[in-house]
């Protein structure tokens, strides 16, 4: 069904679980309103044209007071374009049907990026290699797309195509996405797995260590080994001791490295703990 009403009891499943797979179009509308009668039918008649390239759910803002408070409507009518659970686009008040299929055609996705949607369900249901191939038809169809790069950068990198994942990541150009939380976790995993392949084991690392504390060399190698070995806790006290003793240390990599480290964690549990902890250190 491309047009629905939406309940507070079925939105997180309509709308934002549904967001993940396609746009979805909310309309917030009250029965008392003039402008949404001349919105509502507009919106109806563009779903059902467009056949499923999105989804309208109709949200009746009386009835539904919370969801209209959850995102900030203040007047109706009220649209909003949701994708992969976030508002990428809105407007307020009634619009003329060339207006509204202008602003949907800024939403609706491209061949491209439906190409990398069905990349998505195919890697989901575990059929990596299938989505690759789709990734590889999507940048061919738009190589401006970098997010069909990402995309392919973090299936690569789960399966051990470090030297790949990391070309496709060095890539990217668009400041947004290289901002991107994502992105910057993929990058991190990425250099740290490259790090991490030393060849010698925990064992003889903590021993060369434990011979000589300044042994920095032998100290980034078990920090990284780690962190690999998911002890992120333990990594990150050998990263902040390279800190503490040698800040030229092959271009400051221990405080580099720890930058890596909060990023691949993202920046919760243990994180603010060691952030402080580093600048302690830098600020000595």
């Given at each position: 069904m491309?047009?629905?009403?939406?309940?507070?009891?079925?939105?997180?499943?309509?709308?934002?679980?549904?967001?993940?797979?396609?746009?979805?179009?909310?309309?917030?509308?009250?029965?008392?309103?003039?402008?949404?009668?001349?919105?509502?039918?507009?919106?109806?008649?563009?779903?059902?044209?467009?056949?499923?390239?999105?989804?309208?759910?109709?949200?009746?803002?009386?009835?539904?007071?919370?969801?209209?408070?959850?995102?900030?409507?203040?007047?109706?009518?009220?649209?909003?374009a949701l994708m992969n659970g976030k508002v990428v686009d809105e407007f307020t008040g009634a619009l003329p049907e060339g207006q509204v299929r202008e602003w949907l055609e800024k939403i609706i996705p491209s061949p491209s990026e439906e190409l990398r949607l069905a990349a998505q369900q195919l890697?989901?249901?575990?059929?990596?290699?299938?989505?690759?191939?789709?990734?590889?038809?999507?940048?061919?169809?738009?190589?401006?797309?970098?997010?069909?790069?990402?995309?392919?950068?973090?299936?690569?990198?789960?399966?051990?195509?470090?030297?790949?994942?990391?070309?496709?990541?060095?890539?990217?150009?668009?400041?947004?996405?290289?901002?991107?939380?994502?992105?910057?976790?993929l990058k991190a995993q990425t250099r740290l797995a490259e790090m991490s392949a030393t060849g010698e084991s925990e064992a003889e690392l903590a021993a060369a260590v434990a011979a000589d504390g300044n042994d920095l060399e032998a100290r980034l190698k078990l920090a990284n080994v780690l962190i690999a070995g998911n002890r992120p806790a333990e990594g990150m006290d050998q990263l902040l001791e390279i800190v503490a003793r040698d800040r030229t240390f092959k271009d400051d990599i221990g405080r580099k490295t720890l930058l890596d480290v909060f990023n691949l964690l993202g920046g919760g549990g243990i994180v603010p703990e060691y952030r402080r902890k580093l600048s302690g250190l830098l600020n000595r």
């Open positions: 491309h047009a629905l009403d939406v309940s507070e009891a079925d939105f997180e499943e309509k709308v934002v679980v549904a967001s993940y797979k396609l746009p979805v179009v909310i309309d917030f509308w009250a029965p008392w309103c003039a402008p949404c009668k001349v919105l509502k039918p507009i919106l109806e008649k563009l779903a059902g044209e467009y056949g499923g390239k999105f989804r309208l759910a109709k949200v009746n803002s009386d009835e539904n007071p919370n969801i209209s408070a959850r995102f900030g409507v203040r007047g109706i009518p009220a649209v909003k890697a989901a249901a575990g059929e990596v290699d299938g989505a690759l191939q789709k990734l590889t038809e999507a940048s061919a169809l738009d190589p401006a797309n970098e997010w069909v790069r990402v995309d392919a950068a973090e299936l690569l990198l789960h399966k051990g195509e470090m030297d790949e994942a990391q070309r496709l990541l060095d890539s990217l150009k668009d400041t947004d996405v290289l901002k991107d939380a994502r992105v910057l976790q």
